[in-house]
């Protein structure tokens, strides 16, 4: 007798094909006894109708299971799960009892409670997601990344695939990053000056790691990327804020005593101001007189749609002052996490050997994968395609906030992703983005990206890398509607 086909069903949140998720349903029943060793499972028939999926979608689930032993066949009887399936386990875990140490005193609490706010995971199911540093799905080429991973799975690249490259990185990939992403920049690099990073964060992390300690100071923008400012604050060291303008940051208000400048002139965070080339090259200047070394955050220069950006900073750098930090996580997907760093060869050096003690080196695979998807031309049409798709939204945005009469804070003059925008003083947006979240819009408050304790409530920002161009007049005014609710309410 099979086992009833009522007690199968398909959870409506879970991920992959259905062809996957009938076979986890199966696999779970079996890990957990609920399918024992012998018992025969309801026909391909009986659960395809059941599940209201196709019957080829069970036969083949079925059949990848037989081939990893979870099931067996007989003849014409059907399918049984395998007498060489794995058991449940055969005992029955313990009640936890009460924790007895005192972990604020074990740990410090060195990493929790900072400013970096957290990104609603359910994105995907409001209708206007204004929200920052999501990948439309629709832009990317699916079966192009597809093949390249088949590629890189192939027998040719096993080694790559199946080595440990202890400290090292896929050459591919380096030679990839060093002859036609860096020129773009205006940046020559050897090899030994370039690192794999699991996004910039890593790099930001591994750069404050090395360059810091407790008795050293560190200059940020003010407001400035929040994860960055929680980064620096974990390593103990001294802190200068330092407000930007239209320009970016001021190098004259870099203060005596700095050692390292953390900044990012190309597409400041968040406000998109581009620092000019003048004052790059007066905050070469400046970091020359303080012998400091700069960390320059290039991370949103693929999105250069309007014109050609400026050339990066350290494409001016003679002294080796800069380190440049670059990502793929704008330009392919948030959650690849693969980015890289260029620095001089000690400083590299460095960096290499504090990966490697975390983390070894980011999978091979997924290395080997982007090298493909960049060298087959994939990587370059994925940008013409999103600058093409970001342009229009920008422009459908803009006259959506011009007709609405929202105030544009900063814009970005090469393109980006996102507008920074200012609410009438007095408009907490941090109170309005929970209102309306409740309508299907999101917003990211501004409040997280400053410091101190004065911090405006006023700005927010708003992107258009994710949502579709149809909808953005709709979901801007919303957010029109929501702030002029809030001024009235103010003014009675």
Known sequence: MAAPVETFFLDPDAQGTLQAQIQQMIAEAILSGRLPRGEKLPSTRKLSTHLGVSRITVTLAYTELQANDYLSSKGRSGFYVSENAPEPPSFQPRARGEDKVDWHRAIGNHFTGGS?????????????????????????????????????????????????????????????????????????ARPEEILITLGAQNALWMAAQILLTQRRTAAIEDPCYYSLRDVLTQSRCHLVN????????????????????????????????????????????????????????????EMSFLKPPSPALKSLDREGRVIYVGSFSKSLFPGLRLGYMVGSEPFIREARALRSAVLRHPP?????????????????????????????????????????????????????SAFWMRAPDGVDMGQLAGSLNTKGVLIEPGTPFFRGPNQPTNFYRIAYSSIPATRIPEGISLIADEITAAVNSGAR
């Open 116 to 188: 970096t706010p957290k990104k609603p995971q359910n994105w995907r199911q409001q209708k206007y997601p204004f929200i920052y540093g999501q990948a439309d799905p629709k832009l990317f080429d699916h079966n192009a990344w597809r093949l390249c991973a088949l590629r890189a799975l192939g027998h040719k690249d096993h080694e790559v695939m199946m080595g440990d490259y202890y400290d090292q990185d896929d050459p591919q990939l380096i030679e990839f990053i060093a002859r036609h992403i860096l020129p773009r920049r205006g940046i020559l």
């Open 242 to 301: 330092i407000p930007v303008d239209r320009d970016g940051l001021p190098p004259e208000m870099l203060p005596d005593g700095t050692d390292v400048i953390f900044s990012t002139p190309s597409h400041h965070s968040p406000t998109t101001a581009t620092m000019p080339i003048e004052r790059r090259k007066a905050l070469l200047a400046r970091a020359k007189e303080l012998d400091a070394v700069i960390v320059e955050d290039d991370y949103d220069f």
């Open 364 to 416: 091979g695979l997924i290395q080997r994968t982007v090298a493909y998807f960049l060298s087959l031309g994939h990587y370059d049409a994925l940008i013409r395609r999103m600058g093409s798709a970001y342009q229009e939204r920008r422009e459908v945005m803009n006259l959506a906030i011009e007709d609405t009469g929202l105030s544009i804070a900063g814009r970005g003059v090469f393109g980006g």
